[in-house]
């Protein structure tokens, strides 16, 4: 999922433990210096290739400082001049390369002189790149990067049941009379990038984007830019067209896919979602209600209706669209100068129940990234082990601080929420192993610790939403069927009733909860947003053993079968990372599934295998009836949530595991992942450098 590589200085990941795919490999980007290219770039240095850029000014440091200044760039970024008009300027740049994605051309939709400012240079520039891709047969193949322009503008009607996809083509007569020169221009560039590559036998594949939104890299702001973030002089009222959104960095991972995968081919489509632009402009007022944007639209007339664009051919290079509340965010936080770590929790305090617990440490140390204050609760403050790695976090120093409440008693919380805009209540008992007294060991604390919590918030005006960490278990013993075609969503809620005959006492505990809460924020008319994991795995913050860890443990040392049973589970950075999205997002609302992957145990056990191969694991499975299902994660990926894959999360969930259980990680063998595991020291540094 492409999402979480953009957020992995969020989530703790180093680039480092991305597949170096690139590693020896040189390409060219024209261009880099765009909007587009400055993203691929990155990216490509992030994925260990060498890049040979062009810009049109060596000179100007606002085409060249964000290229030299990102990681990998002094080691394996080249900047070249060039010019797009001029036949055999690309020769230099594209010669020993792989690939060259053609990138550079003007992009505006204004002008006194369309086809010296917009044809020539589309049409010229491109046939320049492929004679130059011609001239060397190190080239591979040529990415060129099109638009939507060259799609779907061909007097086609554009009605509610029609799907644009890699069939249609604009037509550029059409486009000349409509004065669409930015459209004419993608058009007939593109028409002659396919000639040319089918007389001259260059493997070619052409990307479409929509209208491009998100976080830029280079220093001057787009048009785009400046609109969504305000900076751009509006009229009065907002625009009803219809706009074809996509987020930059979907395009540039697109970009890289389009290489990478051999059997990629032809034209494909990126548009993340078609809406009126009216709907990006709400989406920022939602968010920062201080921009000067406009607040009605441009006329009372019906807006025109919403056609669709086919996104199946884009799924196959593995595309998982960033959501525009998300993209839209993002563009309007680098676009005004703030920081996205630092800008989300500027000033503000928050509170964290059982910051001591797994979900709750990351949860810590991500508002104290954002800059957030955090007030958080442990059940002693001078056990070390509940809070010596909590107070070693960047921003602990200045902007954590630790209480003591107890979950029973009433008002314990009181000092704690005091004077905070939210509330995370993560503290709970988390136990599936038998009990004598389910009443005590786990209904009491997550029912009674519910409604103290909520008391307190109650009591103080300024805490605006509450959220509140329950769990699948509270959805899935429901009583209806779980067969394979079943698709578990937020409408789900389980039964105490069958809880109680099953003896899933943790389900009960976490199911009564949950009701006691909706009650109450019902009746006293609080803010309450609830998150609904399924079975949480990944890196470990704190130093103690807990239910996941000693699951997997089970499995890795030396047990001698495996359950016949599918494994739901998310990374424990997704839920931290959706726990804040639920809180900054103004919409959002209700309960969220959080499950990344339903996969089989054997499967898990196969992706274990494949990365430490020297632990011993479990051959056989247990005899079971047991039947998969699957849960929705449509409404989670409203919070922009794009889950880590499983293999990642396994790969340093084991590292972890095996550091605590035996504190050293020389004794495990990791095969690839751009790591080794053979010096004590360096594996411990390199563990921390991934925390």
């Not at 959501?323 to 509170?351: F, H, N, Q, W, Y």
């Not at 009990?435 to 919590?453: C, S």
Request: aromatic share 8%; glycine share 6%.
């Amino acid at each position: 999922m492409c999402y979480n590589y953009f957020r992995s200085s969020l989530c703790g990941l180093s680039p480092t433990h991305l597949q170096m795919s690139g590693q020896r490999k040189v390409v060219c980007v024209t261009g880099g210096s765009g909007y587009i290219a400055s993203w691929l770039v990155k990216l490509l240095l992030h994925r260990g290739y060498t890049v040979k850029a062009t810009v049109r000014d060596l000179s100007d440091p606002k085409r060249t400082e964000h290229l030299l200044d990102l990681d990998g760039a002094k080691e394996r970024l080249h900047l070249f001049k060039a010019n797009l008009v001029e036949e055999g300027s690309f020769d230099p740049v594209v010669d020993g390369c792989e690939s060259v994605f053609h990138v550079a051309s003007p992009v505006f939709l204004g002008t006194n002189d369309p086809h010296a400012d917009l044809i020539e240079p589309a049409v010229k520039g491109t046939e320049n790149v492929l004679r130059s891709c011609a001239r060397f047969p190190s080239v591979k193949r040529v990415i060129l990067t099109s638009s939507m322009a060259s799609v779907a503008f061909n007097g086609k009607p554009l009605t509610p049941d029609v799907v644009v996809d890699e069939t249609w083509f604009s037509d550029f007569a059409f486009c000349v009379s409509n004065k669409l020169w930015y459209m004419a221009s993608k058009t007939l560039a593109e028409e002659t990038a396919w000639k040319f590559a089918k007389e001259n036998g260059i493997d070619l594949v052409t990307i479409n984007p929509g209208l491009v939104i998100g976080p830029l890299l280079q220093p001057t702001l787009n048009y785009l830019c400046r609109a969504v973030s305000g900076q751009h002089k509006w009229r009065s009222s907002r625009s009803t067209k219809i706009a074809k959104f996509v987020d930059v960095r979907d395009v540039a991972y697109a970009h890289i896919q389009a290489l990478e995968i051999p059997s990629a081919s032809g034209r494909y489509c990126l548009v993340g979602r078609v809406t009126h632009f009216s709907n990006a402009v709400k989406i920022a007022h939602e968010l920062y209600p201080t921009l000067p944007l406009p607040e009605k639209c441009a006329d009372d007339k019906a807006s025109p209706l919403v056609y669709e664009v086919s996104k199946e051919k884009a799924k196959t290079l593995g595309l998982d669209y960033i959501p525009l509340e998300v993209s839209v965010k993002d563009t309007i936080e680098i676009a005004t100068g703030t920081e996205r770590m630092s800008r989300g929790g500027d000033g503000k305090v928050v509170c964290v129940t059982g910051g001591s617990g797994y979900i709750a440490s990351w949860l810590v140390k991500l508002l104290l990234q954002r800059g957030y204050t955090v007030k958080t609760t442990v059940r002693d403050p001078n056990d070390p082990k509940k809070t010596e790695h909590l107070l070693a976090l960047d921003g602990a120093k200045e902007r954590l601080h630790l209480f003591k409440a107890d979950l029973l008693e009433e008002g314990a919380f009181d000092p704690v929420v005091d004077g905070c805009e939210g509330v995370f209540h993560t503290a709970s008992p988390v136990s599936l192993s038998p009990t004598d007294d389910p009443q005590v060991d786990l209904i009491d604390p997550a029912l009674k610790g519910t409604l103290n919590v909520l008391r307190s918030c109650a009591k103080v005006h300024s805490i605006r939403r509450v959220v509140l960490t329950s769990s699948l278990a509270a959805c899935i013993y429901s009583g209806k069927p779980l067969n394979h075609d079943v698709v578990i969503d937020e409408t789900w809620h389980s039964d105490p009733a069958i809880c109680k005959e099953l003896k899933a006492w943790y389900a009960l505990s976490k199911t009564l909860a949950e009701e006691a809460a909706w009650s109450f924020a019902k009746e006293n008319a609080t803010d309450l947003v609830i998150m609904n994991p399924s079975f949480v795995i990944g890196p470990l913050l704190q130093p103690t053993l807990n239910l996941s860890v000693e699951m997997i443990l089970n499995l890795v040392n030396g047990a001698e079968t495996y359950p016949n049973a599918y494994y739901r589970c998310i990374d424990v950075r997704d839920v931290a990372n959706a726990h804040i999205q639920a809180f900054e997002i103004p919409s959002a609302s209700g309960r969220y599934g959080l499950t990344a992957n339903v996969t089989a145990f054997s499967e898990v056990l196969k992706i274990i295998h494949e990365n430490y191969p020297t632990l011993r694991l479990p051959e056989k499975s247990e005899e079971s009836t047991y039947k998969p299902y699957q849960v929705s994660k449509e409404k989670a990926k409203t919070l922009g949530i794009s889950f880590t894959p499983l293999d990642l999360t396994l790969w340093i969930f084991i590292a972890g595991c095996w550091l605590i259980v035996t504190g050293r990680l020389e004794s495990i063998e990791c095969r690839d992942r751009s790591l080794c595991f053979c010096q004590s020291v360096l594996a411990h540094q390199l563990y921390k450098n991934i925390l």
